[in-house]
């Protein structure tokens, strides 16, 4: 859920990264602030034979990964990695997961045609039989509300199955044409579904009652076909939809009037999508093993960063305070983008500052701008010196000698983090009298 997408037609063209790297915290000057995500390619690594298909982050920060070899890992916010959470044994196909919003993660497992839910905290699991034996590509979503069941598509059966909490299954809850080959499900805030229909390149809608709008929306490419294979909605309900095969990204207004969000590359393969708070949306493109960030505020896309040609990144996911996960399945990494604001490079040591000397320190972060800059706690900065939340500057001439430890925070649309530093004022050394 995010903000609409009302004039974001643009032409990247394989677009580079533009964002400048922030420095850190410096001494004296106003450099121009630009916002910049922080990026950490390996925040995690999986075992050998896990190549993960799916992601889901939790509220926490924790994020899970559920894997080919059968297994569901963890990795806390923290970056500790809890490398078999979860087993279903080897001859498990875990094909899709999803999260609600208690916390509990559901998973298609296709090799065993079940559903188990599973509860990270007390680390029981309950299953249930489901019709998504032999399945490839799978998709599950559930919207939020403890009466809501999940839904699940496949590329094999041309319906929507519904699932409750206590495995009352409906495989006809939402029945598509023939050759649909959904392959993938997203909710809006009114509870209605939407599927990529990657056979017939259509978006079909179904309401929470099941009534199925077929032919909700039509995609067409210039030539050959659209095949979408990724689906989102944001905050104004516009749907999100990647055609992989003719390597657009569309937006399809709650009327279902569908117009371009962004030109891509004619070689690019988008392949799945996650959308965060603020509205930005990433995509996966697995023609070069990219990922790309399309801000929500309608500016020029860019690459996040590249992965070698042939990997194979399956998901994407963005939790609620602006971190962003990358599954590798050929090198078996998560990778974390982190889009809340953050501060770089602040001093491990105390800060030496004299009385009467003038002094100036920037703080600055990463992030979504715009940031926030406060002290939000006493005791306050030394005599002398003042701060502009505006830009982050700490400047003066100090006044007063003596050790200040001083709370800063910094914070934007999707979080906050706080600094504390140690500020040592010592006296100045007076001018020799002269007669």
């Keep these: 859920m995010g903000v609409t997408y009302a004039h974001m037609f643009m032409t990247p063209q394989r677009f580079a990264l533009a964002l400048p790297l922030i420095v850190g915290m410096v001494f004296a000057g106003v450099?121009?602030?630009?916002?910049t995500p922080l990026i950490t390619p390996s925040y995690a690594t999986l075992p050998p034979a896990s190549h993960p298909v799916a992601l889901a982050g939790a509220s926490d920060g924790s994020v899970y990964s559920a894997n080919s070899d059968g297994t569901i890992s963890s990795v806390d916010s923290h970056g500790v990695l809890t490398a078999r959470a979860f087993d279903f044994g080897p001859t498990?196909?875990?094909?899709?997961?999803?999260?609600?919003?208690?916390?509990?993660?559901?998973?298609?497992?296709?090799?065993?045609?079940?559903?188990?839910?599973?509860?990270?905290?007390?680390?029981?699991?309950?299953?249930y039989g489901a019709p998504v034996t032999g399945a490839i590509d799978c998709a599950i979503t559930?919207?939020?509300?403890?009466?809501?069941?999940?839904?699940?598509?496949?590329d094999l059966v041309d319906s929507v199955t519904s699932i409750s909490e206590v495995g009352v299954v409906d495989a006809a809850f939402g029945v598509l044409p023939p050759g649909a080959a959904p392959r993938a499900i997203a909710f809006d805030s009114s509870g209605s579904l939407y599927t990529?229909?990657?056979?017939?390149?259509?978006?079909?809608r179904i309401t929470a009652s099941g009534a199925v709008t077929a032919d909700f929306a039509a995609l067409s490419a210039p030539t050959g076909t659209v095949e979408p294979r990724a689906i989102a909605v944001d905050s104004r309900n516009n749907v999100v939809?990647?055609?992989?095969a003719s390597g657009s990204i569309s937006r399809i207004t709650p009327t279902g009037t569908v117009t371009p969000v962004v030109e891509l590359d004619p070689s690019a393969q988008p392949r799945s999508l996650a959308m965060n708070a603020m509205g930005d949306l990433l995509y996966v493109d697995e023609s070069d093993s990219s990922v790309s960030l399309i801000p929500g505020d309608g500016s020029a896309p860019s690459v996040l960063f590249d992965r070698p040609d042939g990997n194979s990144l399956p998901a994407v996911t963005a939790d609620r305070n602006g971190a962003i996960t990358v599954a590798d399945a050929t090198t078996?990494?998560?990778m974390r983008i982190d889009l809340g604001a953050r501060f770089r490079d602040t001093p491990t040591g105390p800060i030496a500052l004299v009385t009467g000397v003038p002094?100036?320190?920037?703080?600055?972060?990463?992030g979504n701008e715009p940031f926030t800059f406060r002290v939000p706690w006493t005791p306050s900065i030394p005599d002398g010196l003042s701060f502009d939340p505006a830009t982050g500057i700490l400047s003066g001439t100090p006044t007063k000698t003596g050790t200040f430890?001083?709370?800063?925070?910094?914070?934007?649309a999707l979080s906050k983090s706080e600094y504390l530093a140690t500020f040592i004022v010592t006296p100045g050394v007076r001018p020799a009298p002269h007669f």
């Design 92 to 127: 498990a196909h875990l094909c899709a997961m999803t999260i609600d919003d208690s916390g509990d993660l559901w998973v298609v497992n296709s090799g065993s045609g079940t559903v188990s839910i599973v509860n990270p905290g007390w680390g029981s699991v309950r299953t």
């Design 241 to 244: 939809v990647a055609g992989y």
């Design 332 to 334: 078996n990494e998560l």
């Design 359 to 366: 002094f100036s320190y920037r703080f600055e972060a990463t």
């Design 196 to 204: 990529a229909n990657s056979g017939l390149d259509t978006v079909s």
């Design 31 to 35: 450099a121009t602030a630009h916002a």
């Design 142 to 154: 559930r919207p939020p509300g403890s009466a809501s069941p999940a839904y699940i598509v496949t």
């Design 405 to 412: 430890r001083v709370g800063f925070e910094v914070s934007n």
